[in-house]
């Protein structure tokens, strides 16, 4: 993603690509208030899309703090909203810890690795 981090903020890669036809948007780095605005930009451009799911891939970040952990509940929120899904795909403690003090690793749909697409009817 080219938008530019401001000189203090924390690094932060973003990148966005499908996988079975369903976006991803990968990130890697931290996520705290001095990148929540990149972060939240373009989880919002996937959404306003409308897709029917939208993975996160939190497996390359080293840190989320409570500005990360808004942007996930307000991003779910927003999906479920309009009847899509929103899942975090995360595998390691920097990020399921966070979820898990917090109690939000209820709340949102988390899994370790991307799900296997469905099955097709026609095999």
Known sequence: MGAPLR???APLSIEVHGRDG???VVVRG???LSNEDVFTKCIDAQLDAGPAVLFLDLRGVDYIGSAGLR???CSDER???AGNRFVVIADHSAV???LE???LRQVLDVQPTFPEPPASRDA
Do not use: K, Q, T
């Open 7 to 9: 000189d203090n903020a």
């Open 22 to 24: 369903v976006p991803v």
């Open 30 to 32: 931290e996520i705290d």
């Open 71 to 73: 942007v996930l509940v």
């Open 79 to 81: 999906a479920r909203e």
């Open 96 to 98: 399921l810890r966070p």
């Open 101 to 103: 003090v917090s109690e």
